[in-house]
């Protein structure tokens, strides 16, 4: 079974940096696409970047320039860099897994951490 651990999320002035960090468990990490997603209060979860197991990337147009996906398949982790963090970012960011299979995707979400920007 595969679990989904964030951390780092927390509170920071507007224009500071955070990283968030998200562990995985189990053996299917390095072929799995990962995912950051975050929900703000009174909105949609929404995708904010996403990192195939090869290694491309995407990012939603709000946090292009400013967030960086990566992934360590070493560790099993995958992380979001943000900086110049602005007030509309606040929200719980989640991770999420996808493994694409023939026969049905396999997905899991992590438990979310809250990353607060204050103006």
């Known amino acids: 079974q595969v679990q989904l651990v964030e951390s780092g999320g927390g509170l920071v002035q507007a224009g500071g940096s955070l990283r968030l960090s998200c562990a995985a468990s189990?053996?299917?990490?390095?072929?799995?696409?990962m995912g950051w997603y975050r929900q703000a209060p009174g909105k949609q979860r929404e995708l904010v970047a996403g990192i195939t197991s090869g290694g491309s990337t995407n990012y939603a147009d709000s946090v292009k320039g400013r967030f960086t996906i990566s992934r360590d398949n070493a560790k099993n982790t995958v992380y979001l860099q943000m900086n110049s963090l602005k007030p509309e970012d606040t929200a719980v960011y989640y991770c999420n897994l996808l493994w694409e299979l023939a026969q049905g995707n396999l997905e899991v979400w992590g438990q979310g951490t809250l990353v607060t920007v204050s103006s």
């Open positions: 189990g053996s299917i990490f390095s072929i799995a696409s």
